[in-house]
């Protein structure tokens, strides 16, 4: 029998992990997920208002996990196809086998995992568009789509190819700099947590000590929830600028001209709607994806 190819079996196994990862967080959060959008789609929405709208609703729990299908393919792939390109950026740039004490992860320098991470997630936005598009039209309540089939068929009709590509450059420049402050934050802030966490050793042995795998959890855990609520709030200005884009492409064209329509209609505020959502959506699902990645790679 052949053996599989050590890069290529790599490679699979952090593409499964990643999607194990993905699809954990988004069913988790995707109430959050929602309301965050729900919150975006207008200057006048308000997360009590919207709350209300919901508990009208017959089937509440039904009405929360509303786009979880869409949500879960887009966060699952996307996690998939982001956490293999980064594996695979992270090794070509990896200069030491060294390995932080919490982490199952090659060490770089800051400056690689800024650009190691904003790269690998720059890729994997692009790729996963499509779904992207398809998933924030499902969580608005802006339109009435029954199947994903029954979404891409309309955005195809009415906008064309290009459809579903709206809003790519908002995300971009939301996801670049938030991925790779991400890589950068959650890498300085494990080493900070584990070194607080280790024992002290009189040994003089200069390898770090070992640590015991709900530690290791509990600091990977504790990194990607400060990482995640920081980096957030830096870039939602690009979110909720993305957000209307995809919702209502002939009103928000592109980036420039959505931000200034925004800032004049509804005022600067209108920039950081949905603010305390996405910054508990995202810490908590960064937190919950990295940790999840990280211990099914240690596992297997």
Partial sequence: MKETPPIRANSARHFASGLGSGITSAVILQPLDLLKTRVQQSGSSSLSACWRDILRSHQIIRSLWRG???????????????FTSLNSIRQYL??????????????????????????????????LMPLTVIKVR???????????ASSAADIRRREGFRGFFSGFGATAIRDAPYAGMYVLFYEMLKT???????????????????MTASMASSINFASGILAGAACSAVSNPFD?????IQLEPSQYRNVGQACYKMVVEDGFRSLWDGLALR?????LSSALAW??????????
């Fill in 138 to 148: 499902f969580e608005s309540n802006l339109y009435s789509y029954s199947s994903i």
């Fill in 279 to 283: 910054m508990s959506r995202k810490a």
């Fill in 291 to 300: 940790t999840v990645y990280e211990e099914l790679i240690r596992w297997v």
């Fill in 240 to 244: 909720v600028v993305k957000t209307r």
């Fill in 192 to 210: 900070k947590l584990g070194s607080l966490a280790a024992p002290i050793s009189s040994s003089i042995d200069t390898e770090l000590p070992k």
């Fill in 68 to 82: 979880t299908v869409p949500s879960t393919l887009r966060t699952g792939f996307g996690s998939a196809i982001y």
């Fill in 94 to 127: 990896e200069q030491t086998v060294t390995r932080n004490a919490s982490s199952a992860l090659p060490m770089l320098t800051n400056w690689q995992n800024l650009a190691s991470g904003a790269v690998a997630r720059t890729f994997a936005g692009f790729v």
